[in-house]
């Protein structure tokens, strides 16, 4: 047992090696935010992930796109905690992830993200009291009227000021996803993970929230993950881009390799201004195409 | 009962009757045999032990649902154990229930009790599961724990759904307690109609069965109101 992780250490640090140079970005950073070292996610003999190697700088607004099963979504729920990786660890400010869900990091899923048996405010002010009240699960008394106070904020900064008393099943696509977003805020996590947030909402209400999210993590300077299928979602918002793609495909055994980080590419915060043209490098967008008929 | 060994077949073949007449006559003959008024309260004690025998199953189905639908822990030896213990008839455990229990009314209350948990806790064990994991994950990032998931998250969505399972159920609910007024009671509906079957009284059991009818309607239709009042934001509850 022993013999075999010492020997994935040591594969470990040799994939480094040749994994870190051509990607790394962030290597002036004396201690990045979040660190991704050597990991592997595999289900029985398929292999999701391998190799995995990351710095992320706090503050970060990094895209994970790529064809589907590709593995963002896995990797999504290895930040969050939901899996454990198979091999290698993520390191969250130099110390390993919680390996529960926790309130240091927010989340919004494609759908289910609400609680439809809340109302719009106490859906937001759920997250005030949870954490504060760990017997009841809820606050009373004035305790309570100040959460639902900095709840209101919070809801009136996302534009959800005029629903307060509603139910999540009264509002549109667009206003829950308002909604799961104003929720994943109000707890200040220090990382913010978006699983294809808008994959459900028509374009028009997609540019509004494009917007929105770009104007809080301005102002809260969040690191986000967001998967998206929309390559060109993927290039708008955000501040870099990793591309999830397998490089080896074995067709007699195609779980037998996983699925890497092919592309990091930082991108200039200066395309957000108004007017600014998120084209697509033309060896960039070929290569993707073979990509997607590969996969 | 055969009159004559020659005779192959019986047929009861009551004459066509007026049902107003005999409920009236009966009623009398019924208030001569056992000197109790058609309307007196005690007539009414079925309600009693059909509304603690659901109460007492629906709290029990709630904490056993919520136990092995959440938590793996309780839900590894429970989930089983329940799905083998519905399986039980519970009518054919009546005896062993009049000796544990005696004859008074708590084996009446058991035996509702005994034959509706094990549905309720199942159908809530289901929904407890169905509930998706999105939100349960979402939860744990606005800082719930395992104990506050259940109580704010689990128990409401829930809730509403275990009205929804009590009127389900409301028919087992009279099933049950009809067959153990019938056999062990002086008192209460299912008593009366096992009395006047004796009679063979169609014309008066007729009634009796839209009394009863008409009272789990009315049951029925007030856990639906209940519901909708509630819990407004529950879908299930619109129809």
């Given at each position: 047992m022993s013999d075999r992780k010492s020997a994935a250490v040591a594969g470990g640090s040799i994939a480094q090696l040749e994994h870190d140079a051509p990607i790394s970005r962030s290597a002036g950073d004396a201690r990045p935010f979040i660190q991704v070292r050597n990991v592997w996610q595999q289900y029985g003999d398929q292999v999701v992930l391998e190799r995995l190697n990351l710095k992320i700088a706090e503050g970060e607004f990094c895209t994970l796109v790529g064809a589907s099963g590709c593995g963002k979504s896995t990797f999504l729920r290895l930040l969050l905690g939901?899996?454990?990786?198979?091999?290698?660890?993520?390191?969250?400010?130099?110390?390993p992830l919680a390996d529960e869900p926790d309130a240091s990091r927010g989340v919004v899923f494609q759908r289910y993200s609400v609680f439809p048996h809340l109302t719009v405010l106490d859906n937001v002010a759920l997250g005030l009291e949870?954490?504060?009240?760990?017997?009841?699960?809820?606050?009373?008394?004035?305790?309570?009227?100040d959460a639902r106070e900095q709840a209101a904020q919070m809801l009136h900064k996302v534009g959800l000021g005029h629903a307060l008393?509603?139910?999540?099943?009264?509002?549109?696509?667009?206003?829950?996803?308002?909604?799961?977003?104003a929720q994943a805020l109000v707890m200040k996590p220090r990382v913010l993970l978006l699983?294809?947030?808008?994959?459900?909402?028509?374009?028009?209400?997609?540019?509004?929230?494009?917007?929105?999210?770009?104007?809080?993590?301005?102002e809260t300077r969040l690191t986000v993950f967001m998967v998206t299928h929309d390559l060109s979602e993927g290039f708008t918002l955000g501040s870099r881009i990793l591309v999830f793609d397998k490089p080896r495909i074995d067709p007699h055994a195609p779980g037998a390799?996983?699925?890497?980080?092919?592309?990091?590419?930082?991108?200039?915060?200066?395309?957000?201004?108004p007017g600014a043209s998120a084209g697509l490098p033309t060896a960039l967008a070929d290569s993707f195409r073979t990509a997607y008929q590969g996969a | 009962m055969r009159p004559d060994a020659k005779v192959q077949k019986v047929y009861l073949y009551p004459k066509p009757v007026d049902f107003r007449k005999s409920i009236n006559g009966l009623a009398a003959l019924?208030?001569?045999?056992?000197?109790?008024?058609?309307?007196?309260?005690v007539l009414f004690v079925f309600l009693k032990r059909l509304g603690s025998g659901l109460a007492i199953a629906a709290v029990a189905g709630l904490c056993l649902g919520v136990a092995a639908g959440t938590l793996p822990l309780f839900g590894a030896p429970l989930s089983p154990l329940l799905t083998v213990l519905s399986m039980v008839p519970p009518l054919a455990i009546l005896p062993m229930l009049f000796i544990v229990f005696g004859l008074g009314e708590l084996s009446k209350v058991m035996l509702i009790v005994i034959g509706i948990t094990p549905i309720l806790a199942r159908d809530l064990e289901q929904r407890a599961r169905e509930i998706p994991r999105e939100l349960l994950i979402k939860a744990q990032t606005l800082g719930a724990?395992?104990?506050?998931?259940?109580?704010?998250l689990v128990l409401p969505q829930l809730l509403p759904r275990l009205l929804i399972s009590l009127r389900l159920v409301l028919g087992s609910a009279w099933l049950f307690l009809i067959a153990a007024e019938a056999i062990a009671s002086t008192d209460g509906l299912g008593y009366r109609i096992f009395l006047v079957r004796r009679y063979m009284a169609m014309d008066v059991i007729?009634?009796?069965?839209?009394?009863?009818?008409?009272?789990?309607?009315?049951?029925?239709?007030?856990?639906?109101r209940l519901t909708q009042l509630l819990f407004p934001w529950y879908e299930g509850a619109k129809a």
């Open positions: 939901q899996e454990a990786p198979s091999r290698g660890e993520i390191l969250l400010d130099g110390q949870l954490p504060r009240a760990p017997l009841l699960g809820r606050l009373l008394g004035r305790r309570k009227r008393d509603k139910y999540p099943a009264q509002l549109s696509g667009g206003m829950q996803q308002r909604l799961a977003i699983d294809e947030p808008f994959g459900a909402l028509d374009p028009g209400i997609r540019k509004d929230m494009h917007k929105l999210l770009l104007e809080l993590w301005r390799y996983g699925a890497r980080v092919t592309y990091d590419i930082p991108l200039h915060e200066g395309r957000h201004a | 019924v208030e001569l045999d056992i000197k109790v008024e058609v309307f007196n309260p724990n395992t104990w506050t998931l259940i109580l704010r007729l009634p009796y069965v839209a009394w009863i009818t008409l009272l789990a309607w009315a049951m029925d239709f007030s856990l639906r």
